[in-house]
């Protein structure tokens, strides 16, 4: 009997191992993408499901590994995208980790009057990136300071090298303002982040630029913070939220 009791426990004690959470979202995706990198699993708000991120996208997979969702999940009741809701929340902690050596900053110029800060995914050669940038005293005016990102896409050919010659000028926020007016930055090489946030921006499920996030990590959209007063409103209205809860 003693035999059989301590059977019984390895073969529970394997099938605990067996069944967490990345475990199970491991032998879900197997069949379909055995080499895909899983970033994190962890609960969902859906219940009977995991909410993993798997190459930079989020996935959802019942807890007996039989379904997996791909797409947003929706809180109906309550009006509310559960899906991009983690994803801000993801956003912003690996926002945390890029120090300002990553970033060029654009801010008031006075600190105490920077009311809110976002943080842009941008690309030099990018049309809506120019014309966002044009805007950057109107921003800074509205007490709304800029950290910007590089992100050169792959379909502007020669942009990385554009993104690492006006890092390595002399003066970089000069640089970067004569670039998006459509100046030739040099060919000026250093160390750079630019290779690094450009992964980041992948990890992060970022595709398009300019890409706006707001201090909690959320895509703000474009039509809203392609305007000043729009982007200052709306960044008002999340603080005015968020303080009260």
């Given at each position: 009997?003693h035999?059989?009791?301590v059977?019984?426990g390895?073969?529970?004690?394997?099938?605990?191992?067996a069944a967490?959470?990345?475990?199970?979202v491991r032998?879900?995706?197997g069949?379909?993408a055995p080499?895909?990198k899983?970033?994190?699993v962890?609960?969902?708000?859906?219940?009977g499901?995991?909410?993993a991120?798997?190459?930079?996208?989020?996935?959802y997979?019942s807890?007996?590994?039989?379904?997996?969702l791909?797409g947003?999940?929706?809180?109906?009741?309550?009006?509310?995208?559960?899906?991009?809701?983690?994803?801000?929340?993801?956003?912003?902690a690996?926002?945390a980790?890029?120090?300002?050596?990553?970033?060029?900053v654009f801010?008031?110029?006075a600190?105490?009057?920077?009311?809110?800060?976002v943080?842009?995914f941008?690309?030099?050669d990018?049309?809506?990136?120019?014309?966002?940038h044009q805007?950057?005293?109107?921003?800074?005016a509205?007490?709304?300071?800029?950290?910007?990102?590089?992100?050169p896409l792959?379909?502007?050919?020669?942009?990385?090298?554009?993104?690492?010659a006006?890092?390595?000028?002399?003066?970089?926020?000069?640089?970067?303002?004569?670039?998006?007016?459509g100046?030739?930055?040099?060919?000026?090489?250093?160390?750079?982040?630019v290779?690094?946030?450009?992964?980041?921006?992948?990890?992060?499920?970022i595709?398009?630029t300019?890409?706006?996030?707001?201090?909690d990590?959320?895509?703000i959209?474009?039509?809203?913070?392609?305007?000043?007063?729009m982007?200052?409103?709306?960044?008002?209205?999340?603080?005015?939220a968020?303080?009260?809860?």
């Amino acid at each position: 009997m003693h035999r059989l009791l301590v059977l019984i426990g390895v073969l529970f004690a394997g099938s605990v191992v067996a069944a967490t959470p990345e475990e199970v979202v491991r032998q879900a995706l197997g069949p379909i993408a055995p080499q895909v990198k899983i970033d994190a699993v962890q609960e969902s708000p859906v219940p009977g499901f995991y909410e993993a991120i798997v190459g930079g996208e989020f996935v959802y997979v019942s807890k007996d590994g039989r379904y997996m969702l791909s797409g947003s999940a929706f809180d109906v009741a309550n009006k509310r995208d559960l899906t991009q809701q983690s994803r801000a929340k993801v956003r912003k902690a690996a926002l945390a980790k890029v120090g300002p050596d990553k970033r060029i900053v654009f801010a008031p110029k006075a600190p105490a009057k920077t009311l809110h800060t976002v943080t842009v995914f941008t690309d030099i050669d990018c049309p809506f990136c120019r014309r966002f940038h044009q805007q950057i005293a109107q921003y800074n005016a509205k007490g709304i300071a800029v950290d910007y990102l590089f992100y050169p896409l792959s379909i502007h050919p020669g942009a990385d090298k554009k993104a690492a010659a006006v890092w390595c000028a002399k003066d970089r926020v000069a640089a970067f303002t004569e670039a998006m007016a459509g100046k030739d930055p040099g060919t000026a090489t250093c160390a750079n982040p630019v290779a690094e946030t450009a992964m980041l921006a992948q990890t992060l499920g970022i595709a398009a630029t300019p890409t706006i996030l707001g201090p909690d990590g959320a895509q703000i959209p474009g039509q809203i913070a392609m305007s000043p007063d729009m982007l200052a409103a709306e960044l008002d209205r999340q603080a005015g939220a968020a303080a009260a809860k």
